[in-house]
């Protein structure tokens, strides 16, 4: 099963983990496996119709699925998929 | 040894160091990639750091140590006890100083060869193509979004290398942004998150030494540019994991649709970056929008007289901790699934931080059919301001 590495301001959603196995044979279901099992991780990834969010980059090892396949960029076994979030510094309101 | 174009070109005999600055930089001059044309390349320098915070102040210390000839910084705030954990070129002495002034006496402390010019005004739309237009190498070290937007499309519109850092908790990203030659902060993320997904304050916070180790990845790439020696960091993206001491890189690519620097750009001029962030104008208008509202005072107020007041503490335990007014908690995530401890009929203040989680636990209290909910205005901060200074303000 693909990992899909959790970055800190998503960890709240995923129990602390930091890291999640996942099944799914592309980056998109991965993702959608990802968010049904941490159903609060779906406001943050996707967009009210279903579209990933535009600030949260997803990476299949190095490289931005967005210049693979996008989400249907295959995954297998042992792949590292990184969700990268923008962030801006520690200020908190 | 020299990868690429320097970004300043070396003035040889048009710029001289003395006596002074050659035994200074003795162990630059020692190396062949420096040495003293490339001292002279980073004396001939003008470098503009934004902000002088957590990144701010390592890239700031140590680009003076270095020998940058002109630092530009850029800040409006004044120096806060809270920012001592990090924010290194203040001290203790200069809580309540301006930040630009503190940065300039510490820089000229470190090293007085460096003309330091001081911007004491928040950047904006209207100043910044004026500000960055100086300088050879601009570095981004903002705490927000609407800057990092703002210094983006400002370097890309003239040109300018865009030395890009960022700090959350235990992680930190580096990379160089140069549309010239590669990918610009929009590339990565055209757009940027709502405020409603920013941060509250139970999710923020940063280890002190973080931005000591993304500011100086910061700085060095700044001195890499200017000297054109190495592989500088452009189309590519370092992230930094404090807690399990890794670093990993991704990939950046120049998207050819992107709005400032791509094939046919959009954007051909500063826009409004508060609006682009989706920030209203008045801070947290959104937040507070149909949430009742009490005011510490008020609060107080109606304890003295005895009121029946179910006052509600919404943050973490760890922050109960360091600071309560002795009421009863429950974190705004435990909220939902605590409802039925509550009784909807009674009246319930509630209070955060500062007020913007204690907004959403209103909210929240309000749709499950509470009539009787108010959010502190300020939250424990201004109750600490205002009402009883013996509570920790953090």
Not at chain 2, 21 to 45: F, N
Not at chain 2, 77 to 86: A, F, K, P
Not at chain 2, 353 to 378: C, E, I, M, P, W
Request: charged share 25%; net charge negative; aromatic share 6%.
């Amino acid at each position: 099963m693909p990992k899909v590495k959790i970055p800190t301001p998503l960890r709240q959603y995923t129990g602390g983990n930091t890291e999640v196995e996942v099944g799914g044979a592309t980056a998109g279901e991965a993702l959608e496996n990802l968010a049904s099992e941490h159903p609060d991780l779906k406001q943050h990834l996707y967009t009210g119709d279903g579209k990933l969010r535009s600030f949260v980059n997803v990476y299949k090892d190095d490289e931005d699925i967005r210049y693979l396949e996008g989400q249907d960029t295959e995954v297998t076994d042992g792949d590292e998929i990184s969700i990268i979030p923008s962030i801006a510094g520690g200020r908190c309101r | 040894m020299q990868t690429r174009q320097p970004l300043v070109e070396s003035p040889n005999g048009a710029l001289e160091l003395s006596n002074e600055e050659i035994a200074r930089y003795s162990r630059h001059l020692i190396m062949p990639e420096v040495a003293l044309e490339g001292q002279k390349q980073l004396k001939a320098a003008k470098v503009l750091t934004v902000g002088t915070g957590g990144l701010g102040s390592p890239l700031a210390l140590y680009l003076a140590a270095a020998g940058i000839g002109t630092i530009g910084i850029v800040d409006f705030d004044v120096v806060d006890e809270s920012n001592l954990q990090r924010q290194i070129i203040h001290g203790t002495s200069d809580v309540g100083r301006p930040k630009v002034e503190s940065a300039h006496d510490k820089i000229k402390d470190i090293n007085p060869n460096v003309e330091v010019r001081v911007h004491e005004e928040a950047l904006t739309s209207e100043n910044a193509l004026e500000i960055i237009e100086d300088y050879d190498v601009i570095v981004d070290g903002t705490d927000n979004f609407p800057t990092r937007y703002l210094v983006n499309d400002a370097c890309v519109l003239l040109n300018k290398p865009n030395v890009y850092g960022s700090i959350f908790r235990f992680e930190g990203q580096a990379s160089v942004f140069y549309a010239e030659e590669g990918p610009c902060y929009r590339c990565l993320y055209p757009e940027p998150p709502p405020p409603g997904l920013v941060p509250s304050c139970a999710e923020g916070g940063v280890l002190g030494i973080l931005p000591g180790a993304i500011g100086t990845i910061q700085a060095t790439e700044t001195a890499k540019l200017i000297l054109g020696i190495g592989e500088p960091l452009i189309g590519r993206l370092l992230l930094y994991d404090a807690l399990n001491m890794r670093f990993r890189e991704m990939k950046l690519r120049k998207d050819p649709n992107c709005p400032v620097c791509g094939e046919n750009p959009t954007v051909t001029d500063l826009i409004d970056y508060q609006e682009f962030c989706g920030i209203p104008q008045a801070e947290s208008a959104e937040q507070v929008n149909g949430v009742p509202e009490i005011s510490v005072n008020e609060l107080k107020q109606k304890l003295d007289h005895g009121e029946e007041i179910n006052v509600l503490d919404v943050r973490e335990p760890h922050e109960y901790e360091v600071a309560n007014i002795g009421v009863r908690l429950i974190p705004l995530g435990e909220l939902p699934q605590r409802l039925a401890e509550l009784d909807q009929d009674e009246y319930f203040v509630v209070h955060c931080k500062t007020g913007s989680r204690s907004a959403k636990a209103v909210k929240l209290l309000q749709d499950a059919g509470f009539q009787n909910v108010y959010n502190v205005k300020g939250g424990i901060t201004a109750w600490s301001e205002e009402i009883d200074p013996s509570v920790p303000k953090y």
